[in-house]
């Protein structure tokens, strides 16, 4: 029986397209509409408090420096805005602007009113003669403004867009003082990333981001932050950070930290990383989570196998900070390791709870990082927390609607990480199946992405339990093309091989040599990246069978490969489908055995579909330094495995 939450849901998703396309309509509109100053959020306003509240010489716009009017004086409208002169000088426009400003800000009258038009008018077509000094105070002044309904309203569209064509012009001849000044102005009015000139005097920084002083290259890296574009080159800021990181307060270190993973450049200078570890180290009881939270960030993203020993450092001076910091500071320490996985388990465990105790008031966003938490490092703890919180969870996405709606991506990833600890529910799946709700989560035609791919192999793993939707063959097709690495030769064609190819290759060679047959590579769970090798063996007769070719799918068409594909008629109980996977060092949790959750996966669904996989760590083959060592090798995990 279904469920009311989850007949809301479909009701919701699946009727028609047009229900769920009005949706999106009003959705799209109401976030858009409510006020001009777009694209602002507390972290870029927490990143600005810092610039504009230090002693440091940062060019910021005071409010303070906004004309005052006396409010008896500008509750009547200024007779000259009404009525412009045709001859009036650059100095009386920009004098009558401040009162037209002051009259619209006292009465709460917007600016877009018709009768104000012909001075608008008037005053863009000799903005250009005012002085860099009134083009900076109209900037400033306009931020006294009732909040417009939109950005493109009459008279106010026309009245920043012409100040931004006449700011783009004078880039060329101004110091980066007043650059990064004026920038600052586009910023607090609300248009730094609608407009033009932001970006254009962030290129001309970028020629001389190298010689730049400390305040002046986290003002510039914050703008960056802001439009989340990098300049051409980002790696003159890491040059410039690292002589002066030691010039820069722990606050100033999280701008720059944002601005790097907002670009999506990572740091790639071990000391300067190692200084950052440090700093964040030394400061940890006291500093703010939007701080905590972009260092976090951009050391997961910077961080490689050298940054390890700091990383687990770190991980263990993190856990006092759980009960302190926000949840969401409390997400990104558990990610912290991610990328290398990396696991601190006491502190992984300690966030857990905290997220039970919170999980009811956690958003759609943090419950699926947090699923890919549980899923990847694949922890079983004392408490037993992680399955407590994954078996809350299904009932937890029924009541969930309408972030779902809003974030339909969050949801499929939910479901395919708790698939990955053994929890799904097949009402909840058949809604990520449904091919409308498919198109809603990837519109416009776009292929589905990975986690589709999971999930419908999973929902066909489940065989007779579920009876939903699945993919299409062609989508199936098109993702196994897409989706799937290439099969690796031993020489390099097309492709280089990784570390991981090498052995898989090694490994094919010397098993073929050992058993004196021809061993494949399959990727026998197409929704896993990596082919692995293919070895049927009659127990019987002692000796190795062909594989079957013609009745084979060909590579990368996403089709599960199951027993009688790869023996055709010799399908018997006594054959065996050994299935041989290398597992890589992103396979393995570092400093444990534990697999991670996918790849721990795979060797279940293996096993479900009949094969029996035969796992090769990368670090044993690479002790072996002779072929005797390497046969040796196979002979004792072929024994132990299938008794060969």
């Not at 306003?45 to 303070?64: E, W």
């Not at 650059?90 to 600016?111: F, K, M, N, R, T």
């Not at 607090?188 to 290129?203: P, S, T």
Request: hydrophobic share 40%; proline share 4%; glycine share 4%.
């Amino acid at each position: 029986m279904l469920t009311t939450a989850t007949r809301c849901l479909q009701r919701g998703l699946t009727m028609g397209h047009r229900p769920l396309r009005l949706l999106l309509r009003r959705q799209i509109r109401s976030s858009s509409a409510l006020q001009a100053k777009v694209f602002v959020d507390f972290e870029n306003q927490f990143a600005h408090n810092i610039l504009s509240t230090s002693l440091k010489p940062y060019q910021i716009v005071r409010t303070s420096d906004c004309q005052k009017a006396d409010s008896a004086a500008y509750a009547a409208t200024p007779q000259r805005v009404l009525e412009p002169a045709q001859n009036a000088t650059p100095d009386e426009l920009y004098a009558d602007l401040l009162s037209l400003v002051e009259h619209c800000a006292l009465l709460g009258i917007q600016i877009s009113e018709q009768r104000f038009t012909d001075f608008i008018r008037a005053y863009c077509e000799e903005l250009h003669k005012l002085s860099d000094k009134q083009l900076l105070g109209t900037l400033r002044c306009l931020q006294q403004l009732p909040t417009p309904a939109s950005t493109k309203v009459a008279n106010y569209m026309e009245l920043w867009n012409t100040l931004d064509i006449e700011c783009c012009r004078r880039i060329e001849h101004w110091p980066t003082a007043q650059l990064l000044l004026v920038s600052d102005a586009w910023y607090q009015l609300g248009l730094a990333r609608i407009g033009e000139f932001v970006w254009q005097a962030l290129r001309k920084l970028g020629r001389k981001v190298r010689k730049l002083p400390p305040e002046q290259l986290v003002q510039s890296m914050f703008l960056c932050n802001l439009l989340r574009r990098p300049i051409f080159e980002m790696f003159d800021f890491e040059q410039n950070l690292a002589q002066c990181v030691q010039q820069m307060t722990l606050q100033e270190l999280g701008v720059m930290a944002m601005g790097f993973f907002k670009t999506q450049t990572q740091i790639r200078n071990p000391d300067l990383l190692q200084q950052l570890y440090t700093r964040l180290e030394a400061q940890l009881d006291n500093v703010e989570d939007i701080t905590l939270v972009a260092m976090l960030k951009v050391l997961r993203y910077s961080s490689k196998l050298p940054q390890v020993p700091a990383l687990n450092q770190l991980l263990v001076k993190l856990q006092p900070q759980v009960d302190r910091v926000s949840l969401l500071s409390c997400l990104h320490m558990a990610l912290l390791g991610s990328d290398l996985q990396t696991c601190n388990d006491d502190l992984v465990e300690r966030i857990l709870l905290r997220f039970e105790r919170e999980l009811n008031a956690t958003r759609l966003k943090d419950l699926e990082r947090i699923c890919l938490v549980i899923a990847l490092f694949n922890l079983n703890t004392a408490s037993g927390v992680e399955r407590r919180l994954c078996q809350r969870l299904p009932d937890m996405l029924r009541n969930r609607i309408d972030e779902i709606l809003r974030y339909p991506r969050c949801y499929t990833n939910c479901l395919q990480f708790l698939t990955m600890r053994g929890i799904y529910d097949v009402e909840l799946l058949g809604v990520a199946l449904e091919p409308r709700f498919l198109s809603h989560a990837y519109p416009n035609g776009k292929l589905p992405g990975r986690d589709y791919f999971h999930l419908d192999s999973f929902a066909q793993l489940l065989g007779s339990e579920y009876a939903g939707p699945l993919l299409t063959e062609r989508q199936r097709q098109q993702m196994g093309k897409l989706y799937t690495q290439y099969i690796p030769e031993r020489k390099e064609g097309r492709f280089k091989l990784t570390s991981t190819d090498r052995i898989l290759v090694e490994v094919r060679d010397a098993v073929g040599s050992l058993l004196r047959t021809t061993v494949t590579m399959k990727h026998i769970l197409p929704h896993y990246d990596r082919c692995d090798l293919v070895v049927c063996y009659d127990r019987q007769q002692q000796r190795p069978l062909p594989f079957n070719v013609s009745g084979c799918p060909e590579d990368y068409s996403g089709t599960l490969l199951t027993r009688q594909h790869l023996l055709g008629s010799k399908e018997a109980p006594h054959v065996d489908t050994l299935i041989i996977v290398v597992a890589g060092w992103n396979n393995v949790i570092r400093d444990s055995e534990r697999h991670t959750g996918q790849f721990a996966m795979k060797l279940k669904q293996l096993q479900q579909m009949g094969h029996k996989p035969i796992v090769i760590y990368w670090n044993e083959w690479r002790e072996l330094e002779t072929s005797a060592d390497r046969q040796d090798f196979l002979k004792r995990r072929l024994r132990q495995a299938a008794n060969i």
